[in-house]
């Protein structure tokens, strides 16, 4: 499977911004899916991991209550919808994939190219 984050850009501190992870050569049922970030000279962030059912299990607790990953198995898509965004969220944002059967977890074999979350004013 190869995958491809997409939808980053300059938000406002407050506002909104969706995240696309698209599945290619694979079905993404077969797969949970992980959301990462990383910001410059920082180590990467765990956020959160959606399973083949679409339950989550969040692994970053600044993002509770605003984050919320969903998935969409008929367009090979998976979403994170990110909301009151603040600048400490900016990062370049990753998405990856594990086998669906070994459920959420913090290792993954495949990753995707990221995509840049700037939050400022």
């Known amino acids: 499977v190869q995958l491809q984050a997409s939808g980053g850009g300059l938000v406002q501190p407050g506002g909104s911004l969706r995240l696309s992870c698209v599945a290619s050569?694979?079905?993404?049922?077969?797969?949970?899916i992980g959301w990462f970030r990383q910001a410059p000279g920082k180590e990467r962030d765990d956020v959160l991991c959606i399973g083949r059912r679409g339950g989550s299990t969040y692994y970053s607790d600044s993002v509770k209550g605003r984050f919320t990953s969903s998935r969409d198995n008929a367009k090979n898509t998976v979403y994170l919808q990110m909301n009151n965004l603040k600048p400490e969220d900016t990062a370049v944002y990753y998405c990856?994939?594990?086998?669906?059967?070994w459920g959420c977890g913090l290792q993954y074999d495949t990753w995707g190219q990221g995509t840049q979350v700037t939050v400022s004013s």
């Open positions: 050569g694979s079905t993404l049922d077969y797969y949970a």
């Open positions: 990856a994939a594990r086998p669906a059967g």
